[in-house]
């Protein structure tokens, strides 16, 4: 895997380094030479660091597993508590220490790639505040599932994986539904849109449409990025359109429309829902294999962990479940990026389709996405289409 993930970030810089010097054909009347070499830059930046990140992400993994780091946790933690304690203090050493080594990472890739490009509006003060906001509530809500998730491990049974699973599904639902008004307002000023004609617009656009909604937002996202995005969050009547205050900054009124338009073609489809139904699907094909391997020495024993309990098990199923999910990253980047055509199919049929070419023009540009992906780490990794094949489909 770790093999694999390197070639194809070798692929990727030489591919975009190659085609640098030379805006392509179809955005040479859009898009500068400058804005094109800084997307350019910018993408070599992130996929050089991510090969960075990739060998202290595998390093870890190596001495938590058969360097004998989990190892020493549960000695130090089972003289020191019993269960349900010893769990909880366990896990949260593991994350603990996995924040602490990520960390320098996280502060070169905000401070210094993001910085050197333009997009770092974030300061030290509000990095750290968010850090200690998001540490408060990982602690607030995780220590409460991880008592639950412990707690039907050892009392359901063989069948506790089901249980587990039920659980996971139902805390993620509920978790997609107070986000909006519970979660995300902990970490950005969320205020009505007061740009009257736009709320107009956008309100003919989803009586169109048929959509309803509980208000639409305008976000501070300023206060951390030059990056411009909008979205759709919640489920029921708790959903919102929420625009970042640099896309209302940057966009035309009619362009907004059409992104708008755009956000709305998921919800029409049901990629949200769909999305949701295949990653719990996922996660109890997996959970399925832990039941399993749960009682098996050669678990814990292959993983360089002589103990055995629930605890570890779980703690070793979230090290090995993004090894083996990784054979699944194209597939699930072949479905989003066919979502996002039908979703700019449904954008152009219900706005213009000049508008939505004109705002994603403009967006590549705003946010240095690359024009010249290679193709084949673009079918590994890209979420979206690459530029140039989704402006095409919407011109044609």
């Known amino acids: 895997m770790v093999a694999v993930r390197l070639w194809l970030a070798h692929r990727q810089i030489a591919h975009v380094s190659a085609r640098s010097g030379e805006v392509p054909a179809q955005f040479a009347g859009h898009i500068g030479l400058p804005a094109h070499r800084k997307a350019a830059g910018y993408t070599l930046a992130r996929t050089r660091f991510g090969r960075v990140a990739l060998a202290v992400e595998t390093a870890v993994l190596l001495a938590f597993t058969f360097g004998g780091g989990l190892q020493a946790l549960h000695d130090f933690w089972a003289a ?22 990520d960390l320098p990472l996280a502060l070169y890739r905000q401070f210094v790639i993001e910085e ?19 540490t408060l509530l990982g602690a607030a809500i995780g220590a409460p599932v991880i008592l639950a998730v412990l707690w039907l ?9 089901l249980t587990v699973w039920l659980f996971w599904c139902a805390f993620n639902l509920l978790i997609l539904f107070i986000y909006p008004t519970w979660i995300a307002p902990v970490f950005n000023k969320f205020a009505p849109l007061d740009d009257a004609p736009l709320r107009a617009r956008v309100g003919a656009l989803l009586q169109r449409c048929g959509f309803a909604v509980s ?11 030059s990056h411009g995005n909008a979205y759709f ?26 992104v708008l338009a755009h956000e709305l073609g998921h919800f029409k489809h049901r990629h ?10 996922m996660s109890l094909l997996f959970l399925a294999a832990l039941g399993q391997a749960i009682d098996a020495p050669w678990f814990f024993g292959g993983l360089g962990v002589a103990a055995q309990n629930t605890s570890l098990a779980l703690i070793l199923f979230f090290f090995v479940v993004p090894v ?9 980047s072949l479905l989003s990026r066919r979502h996002e055509f039908e979703a700019d199919r449904y954008a152009a049929e219900h706005a213009s389709a000049n508008d939505l070419v004109q705002a994603l023009v403009k967006l590549y540009g705003d946010n240095a996405s690359t024009l010249t992906p290679d193709p084949l780490h673009s079918l590994f990794y890209d979420s979206h289409p690459p530029a140039a094949l989704r402006i095409a489909r919407l011109q044609g």
Do not use: C, H
């Open 324 to 332: 083996f999910s990784f054979v699944f990253t194209p597939l699930m």
């Open 272 to 281: 949200v829902v769909k999305r949701i139904v295949l990653l719990f699907a």
């Open 80 to 101: 020191q508590a019993g269960d349900p304690i010893y769990g909880v203090a366990l896990m949260f050493s593991v994350m603990a220490i996995s924040a602490l080594i």
């Open 116 to 134: 050197k490009f333009g997009f770092n509006r974030m300061t030290l003060k509000l990095f750290f505040g968010d850090l200690a906001k998001q």
């Open 153 to 161: 491990m050892a009392r359901m049974g063989d069948w506790w994986w």
């Open 215 to 225: 208000g639409l937002f305008v976000m501070d996202g300023s206060r951390r990025s």
């Open 233 to 258: 969050t919640g489920f029921g009547k708790s959903k919102r359109i929420v625009f970042f205050d640099t896309l209302l900054g940057r966009l035309q009124p009619g362009e907004i429309e059409a």
